[in-house]
């Protein structure tokens, strides 16, 4: 079973790809699963069609007079070619990547993280590595130049897959080289999460060598695949919309369990294969890209949060109550912190890993700004949840509004506002899917699993922070050294 | 409208047969805009289980001594009801509400043990009523007696709908006595979030005690109804679904429900107040001393499950010697324990109840710490607990996926945890899902926040029993220390 190589530089496109591109790109083969039963194509999924619609919708904004500007670009050898693929050097790019962020998370209000422009931030920290990856693995240069030139000019979507599933019996289960030839590699073994892997372009699968002792060569493996590779399959968690009446459905993005079964990588999809320095410099260089656009889908998540809040005592005429008045201040004043210390930290660049030229947010006002919108979240919903209160689990179906005996009892008692009923009740169920769906949740927990939890995120800032200065006064008062000897570094954990 | 029957005889030990016959009683509840046949429509079957399960317990050799309670005159009734009276009484209420809430996972929380407390509570204050309202001390133990001994469900609806506050007050159609007749008052309007109406026995409807300085006398207006009473129409909600299979014990969902009454009548017999602002007053004290203790027992049960969910977890993912995975379970039973300090020393030093019946509650302050701490905390432990699973949480092999050959295989070889089975895995982090992050459990957690009007209202109520005078005391006495007479101005 092999993997294809990268098929010929296609001619140059006179518009980016459309909706229909993405979705004749579905029935390629790929091995999808869902539920115990194969699918023809994602296409042919309630589950999965709609998230397949929405992407394509956004496809559509690379095109449109609106949003062309922003979405597009020219890249080095001055073809067209996605914005978000351009590597950031200045403050003012890594602004441009963060709006496209902002705009992608206005698009799916916030409910899905891994689109372009997350993609995109991972192939962008993989080509400026290019050649600090190159210094253990030379080949590694060649296939990164590869992909990014092709995700850019040909808007692929990228789906990463770094997490390892649980050991058994102690033993790790992950990916493994199980044969070597002169065409390529043989690899067998599992990832056990991919979101958005059943309706990618490609899969970036990399060794997770985080805080472990150097791993045996033939389990230091990163490979990048089409998702209709034959041997590989993808099992997809069952979907989490509640059926044809859920506002969120179209942006449940479906994690998948990744399965490698004697797959033949070609090398020139092979970032490392037994060079644990590779796969190092490569890991680094993702996670630390990571939480750009994540952060700057917070933001407008905390936005639309707070003017969920707004509504739904608009409706329930609740605003003129005092305590109500101070949490819609609340929830205002998170958005604005959150949304400032991401603007700082975007207008004070750093340099990214790797010497390609690329610049990063500032790592630490970005770290304090993730921090503490993990921190606030659940008191957000709480507040949500107490200002929606008996609205959230009561109110008319569609079905009710409906019926007319039904519908003119719930007109006659469920007074309040001018808004008519249905717009106020569709306002309501979407209200309650983002604050307590199935879907909400695991968004949550994604982005709170995604950076580690909050402990992870803190121990990672108590590096960042440096006391010295307040230590150095207190020193020269009392006139005798204060600081501690270095303690030894924690023990990693895989968060 | 036809008069509302008045109490009707019971079975002596009621059965789960029972419950559900009773339920063919003509009573108007609408789904999805249709009207339903409760004992038969799929959106009940949970609650309805869950019912004719602890129905069975009550009449079980080992669930008898507790759930139950025989007078000196032989008659047998829900211990729930009872007033206690000192300290061993309060830990059998608690121990009823602890095993309701183990039965139903801590997601139910609107049983036998809440409405026989509010019960209890009206019982203690009937003699203060009648005082203030002749009449309605004869409401209150008919409906404590057939209540009580026919192991009658009945649930409070006092929530009002959302109204806007620039609505007149003759727009809002809040629930008001239309007309009075000879033999009773006709009412109209709706009350809100009444969870489990649609299979209650009766349904006791009050005005909410902080509203009715500003409502006129026909809108404080408080009685017992049938839900088949004539002119009462149930809505409710749709199901929260959860693939759950027949039998499977996490389905479970009280449905909650919109009541509308459209002229309703209700007899005098049925009548607690139409009008007399001071009893609905001092109805509405009685109540809320009593809904405390049942809530808190259940949220102990809940933080007593994700401690044991956290330990197991950690044990299936084989993350048990991790540090922070050791915090998780660590933190989830510090919580556990101390709630369970604080309302063990709550029930072992009662108090009198409000009213003049002689009965005892908790000690107001450490079950409302007890109360507010538990709340405090259940969010941040299920969190981590949460974070703990994962992706375990996220990504779970469904059974079809087990079952499947091809699949199935491939998760026997990569997903068994430290355990080797992937099947026990998937159930462990199936239950975790369903506890942490279904829709039951997210309504249940709202509920609970919404129920007790959430860390301000609570503040609020703690900083009323807080008192701070011995402090003020001593911060007095330091200050004539140190400065003598002249700072008798500044410590006053």
């Given at each position: 079973m092999t993997a294809l190589a990268w098929k010929r530089v296609e001619?140059?496109?006179?518009?980016?790809?459309t909706a229909e591109d993405f979705r004749r790109a579905q029935r390629d083969g790929r091995r999808v699963w869902l539920g115990g039963s194969r699918l023809a194509?994602?296409?042919?999924s309630p589950v999965l069609a709609p998230v397949v619609d929405t992407l394509g919708a956004l496809l559509a904004l690379h095109a449109s007079r609106e949003h062309a500007d922003l979405l597009m670009d020219r890249d080095d050898a001055g073809q067209p070619c996605a914005a978000w693929s351009r590597v950031p050097r200045t403050a003012e790019e890594l602004q441009r990547q963060g709006r496209i962020s902002t705009l992608f998370a206005h698009e799916t209000l916030g409910m899905m993280g891994r689109l372009w422009d997350a993609s995109g931030s991972f192939v962008n920290a993989l080509h400026n590595v290019r050649t600090d990856a190159a210094k253990y693995r030379p080949e590694a240069a060649a296939v990164l130049e590869e992909l990014h030139t092709r995700c850019g000019r040909e808007l692929l979507l990228v789906a990463l897959a770094a997490i390892e599933p649980p050991p058994v019996d102690g033993l790790p289960q992950g990916l493994r080289i199980v044969d070597r030839g002169p065409d390529g590699i043989v690899v067998s073994g599992t990832k056990a999460i991919s979101t958005?892997?059943?309706?990618?372009?490609e899969l970036l699968l990399l060794k997770n060598v985080f805080?472990?002792?150097?791993?045996?060569p033939e389990e230091t493996v990163g490979v990048v695949l089409k998702p209709?590779?034959?041997?590989l399959s993808l099992f997809c968690r069952e979907?989490?919309?509640?059926?044809?009446?859920?506002?969120l459905g179209r942006y449940d993005e479906v994690d998948a369990l990744v399965v490698l079964d004697r797959v033949v990588v070609p090398w020139e999809r092979?970032?490392?294969?037994?060079?644990p320095d590779a796969a190092r410099v490569l890991l680094e260089a993702v996670v630390a890209c990571d939480k750009h656009a994540m952060a700057r889908r917070l933001v407008a998540k905390l936005e639309l949060l707070w003017g969920l809040g707004e509504a739904m005592t608009h409706l329930t005429g609740s605003r003129a109550v005092p305590a109500v008045a101070e949490l819609l201040a609340g929830l205002g004043k998170h958005h604005a912190l959150m949304s400032t210390l991401v603007e700082a930290a975007e207008s004070r660049p750093e340099p990214a890993p790797?010497?390609?030229g690329g610049v990063l947010p500032e790592r630490k006002t970005l770290h304090l700004a993730l921090s503490y919108a993990l921190e606030h979240y659940p008191s957000i919903l709480d507040t949500l949840r107490l200002l929606g209160g008996q609205s959230l689990v009561v109110r008319p179906s569609p079905e009710d509004l409906a019926a007319p005996e039904v519908a003119a009892l719930y007109a006659r008692h469920l007074?309040?506002?001018?808004?008519?009923l249905v717009p106020r009740a569709r306002l309501w169920a979407l209200a309650d899917e983002l604050t307590g769906s199935e879907l909400a949740g695991r968004q949550r927990l994604m982005d709170s699993y995604a950076v580690g939890g909050r402990h992870i995120l803190e121990r990672e800032l108590a590096h960042m922070l440096d006391p010295s200065a307040g230590v150095a006064r207190l020193e020269a008062r009392v006139g005798a050294p204060l600081r501690p000897p270095a303690p030894a570094e924690p023990p990693e954990e895989n968060p | 409208m036809e008069t509302a029957r008045v109490y009707e005889a019971v079975e002596a030990l009621r059965t789960g047969a029972g419950f559900r016959r009773a339920l063919a009683d003509g009573r108007s509840v609408w789904v999805d805009g249709k009207a339903v046949d409760v004992a038969s429509h799929p959106l009940f079957a949970p609650a309805l289980g869950v019912v004719e399960r602890l129905l069975a317990r009550h009449a079980s050799a080992e669930g008898r001594e507790l759930l139950t309670a025989t007078s000196p005159d032989g008659v047998t009734r829900g211990r729930w009801a009872v007033p206690p009276r000192n300290a061993q009484d309060l830990r059998r209420a608690g121990q009823v509400s602890t095993l309701f809430a183990e039965e139903t996972h801590g997601l139910m929380g609107r049983l036998w043990d809440t409405s026989g407390g509010c019960l209890a509570g009206l019982l203690n204050v009937a003699k203060d009523a009648e005082a203030l309202r002749p009449g309605t001390r004869a409401v209150i133990e008919r409906a404590w007696e057939e209540i009580s001994r026919g192991l009658l469900l009945c649930n409070v609806a006092f929530v009002d709908p959302?109204?806007?506050?620039?609505?007149p007050a003759h727009q809002?159609?809040?629930?008001?006595?239309v007309e009075r007749r000879a033999d009773g008052v006709v009412v109209r309007g709706a009350k809100a979030l009444c969870t489990g109406a649609a299979y209650s026995d009766e349904l006791l409807v009050l005005r909410v005690g902080y509203e009715l300085p500003n409502?006129?006398?026909?809108?404080a207006v408080g009685f017992f109804v049938k839900p088949?009473?004539?002119?009462l129409k149930i809505l409710c909600r749709p199901g929260l679904g959860g693939a759950h299979r027949a039998?499977?014990?996490?389905?479970v969902d009280e449905v909650d429900t919109w009541l509308v009454f459209e002229d309703v009548f209700i007899p005098h017999g049925r009548l607690?107040?139409?009008?007399?602002k001071d009893v609905a007053a001092l109805v509405w004290k009685a109540m809320m001393t009593w809904d405390k203790h049942g809530f808190v027992r259940r949220l102990l049960t809940r933080l007593e499950l994700l401690f044991g969910l956290s330990f197991l977890m950690s044990k299936a993912l084989g993350v048990g010697h991790y540090p922070s995975a050791q915090k998780v379970f660590r933190d989830a039973g510090r919580h556990a324990a101390l709630v369970a300090r604080l309302v063990a020393f709550a029930e072992a030093s009662p108090q009198p109840a409000v009213g003049s019946g002689g009965a005892v509650r908790p000690e107001p302050l450490s079950l409302q710490l007890a109360l507010q701490y538990a709340l405090e905390h259940l969010p941040e432990v299920a969190r981590a607990v949460e974070l703990l699973g994962g992706q375990g949480l996220v990504l779970n092999p469904s059974e079809a996926d087990l079952d499947s050959e091809e699949v199935g295989r491939h998760y026997d070889e990569y997903?068994?945890?430290?355990?080797?089975?992937p099947s026990h895995r998937a159930a462990l982090m199936s239950v975790a899902a369903e506890l942490l992050g279904s829709r039951s459990a997210q309504r249940q957690r709202l509920l609970d926040y919404y129920g007790t009007g959430g860390d301000q209202v609570l503040t609020l109520q703690l900083s009323e029993m807080l008192d701070a005078g011995r402090g003020v005391r001593l911060v007095r006495r330091l200050l004539e220390q140190r400065e003598?007479?002249?700072?008798r101005e500044l410590s006053s």
């Open positions: 001619p140059l496109r006179a518009h980016p790809r194509s994602p296409l042919d958005g892997a059943p309706y990618c372009d805080g472990r002792d150097a791993l045996p209709s590779t034959p041997g979907g989490l919309a509640r059926g044809p009446r859920s506002e092979v970032l490392y294969a037994g060079e790797g010497d390609g007074k309040g506002s001018t808004l008519e | 959302p109204h806007g506050r620039g609505l809002k159609n809040t629930l008001r006595v409502l006129d006398d026909s809108a088949a009473t004539p002119g039998g499977d014990p996490l389905a607690l107040y139409a009008g007399e997903f068994g945890g430290d355990t080797g089975d003598g007479d002249g700072t």
